[in-house]
């Protein structure tokens, strides 16, 4: 990314706080100030370029350097940030203690140098920071070193050493933990949940060297629930899934801090829990569960931004679900402009998932070329190419091209699909075949007779298809058996899916 674009990005993430802390930093700053110049510039006003940026800048401030001002600028925000989380932060507080201390020491201040070390010692093993633990712990031993051990017996030192040696020791075996985790979680990014046996084995693999947690450490609880939930994820049992992420949602209530370093765990519980609920179809208590996350208090934009996506997917799947695109397409209004206005802040998963659920409430309200563009956003991209969720885009464009009535390119699309499919047939699942095989018929004969006949059999590999647990994790994200129902029998796919909702209710 370019210098300018991250200056662009950091101004347009600052809260208001920030901003107010920005103001009255640099009002105590002498000399030149052309660098805030440039600030109120960014802030005030938006630009379609960096050259546009650059331009404006020195019209309205000629004789000064964009490049001088901007880069004094970053910096200036950064050391702006910085100062201001480590006026809150629980671990940047306890880093800048330690920093004190070696400057303590410095200045032959020992005995406070050592007390801080202590204090910070203690704060760090309540709150489970165990890599600032043992910095504090090793910067003890340094000093009492550079001290010749002075007013400390054998015996002392020898426990102070055990000490080192136990937080290694926890340290090394939540790593341990926090490395089958990452890996689990990489593996659901970017492969999906299980759709076979062998994909199955291979998240088992990770569960059977899954380590049991460390007595007493709520992080080594933390890191072992948030792999169990995944796991149950990646293996589609969303019931047991459900069960552990609640399980995290009460440890995040009794230990707060755990969460502080790390909000995307915050947000990976709540994701969990409400996708956990659509899969099950609790919608009563996943709507219940989505006005919790709209009280929550957003801390800076990043955590808004995920906010907001969250309840736009969720919110409008339930709604989607049930046949109501109206009020979906409602949400879409209320939600989408911030959420675009900051979409760089997402994953290139979350982009992808968002335009999907753009083009499936535009699907449902028949906006077919909104519809349309939403999944052009990922479409014409190879940057989402590698994704789980692209096949699923993939399959609702042809639904859109079938809309539309280009059947032709259907079958153009649908031959090249196949041909993905080929090189290896444990990819070539029942939905995706089922789907493809319908559209590349082309035009529905009008003969009533013919459609029936036609739906009882497409409906007979939709019942195997909800059968399979690795087959029908697809129809969470949309239920293509009701698109085909909606066409073979001439309704409109809202009233299908609220038959089916009436149906299961």
Known sequence: MAKADMLSRLINTLTKAEKRYFRM???????????VNL???????????????????????????????????????LDCLLHLRMQKHPTAMLTASILKCDILFERSLHED???????????????????????????????????????????????KQTDILQTMTAMQQI????????????????????????????????????????????????????????????????????????QLNQLLETHPSLFEDTPADHLLIIEGILDSLRAGKHYEELLSFIDKVKRLKSDGVYFEIMQQRLLFIYESGAYIDSGNFKFALTLLYQYVPLIKKNIPLMDISKQAEFYLYMALIYLGNEDINNAHNSLEQVLQSNLYSTLPVYRTCRLVHL?????????????????????????????SYLLERTVIKFLGSGEIPAVTAY????WKKINASFDKIRADKYERQQLKLFDFSAWIEAKLKRKSLGAVLQEKQGTRN
């Not at 994909?199 to 169990?228: C, N, R, W, Y």
């Open 175 to 246: 790593r341990q933990q926090a490395s089958l985790y990452e890996s689990l979680r990489h593996t659901l990014l970017y492969r999906g949940s299980a759709r076979t046996l062998r994909q199955q084995e291979s998240v088992d693999i990770l569960q059977a060297g899954m380590p049991d947690p460390l007595p007493h450490s709520a992080t080594s609880l933390k890191v072992h629930l948030l792999f169990q939930a995944h796991y149950h994820l990646a293996t589609n049992d969303h019931p047991a899934a459900l069960q552990v992420f609640h």
């Open 399 to 427: 639904l859109i091209q079938y809309e539309l009535g280009n059947y032709e390119y259907i079958r153009y699309e649908t031959r090249a699909f196949r041909r993905h499919l080929q090189p290896d047939t444990r990819r």
């Open 451 to 454: 459609r029936t006949a036609l």
């Open 39 to 77: 600030f109120d510039l960014m802030e005030h006003q938006s630009f379609r370029s960096t050259a546009a940026l650059k331009l404006a800048f020195q019209e309205q401030y000629a004789g000064c350097s964009y490049e001088v001002c901007s880069k004094y600028l970053y910096k200036v925000l």
């Open 113 to 159: 140098a050592l007390k801080q070390l202590q204090k910070v010692q203690t704060t760090a093993a309540q709150n489970e920071k165990q890599l600032l633990l043992l910095w504090a712990q090793q910067e003890e031993i340094q000093l009492l070193q550079q001290l010749n051990f002075q007013g400390i017996t054998e015996e002392e030192l020898a426990h």
């Open 25 to 35: 930093y640099t009002a105590l700053q002498q000399g030149s100030k052309d660098y």
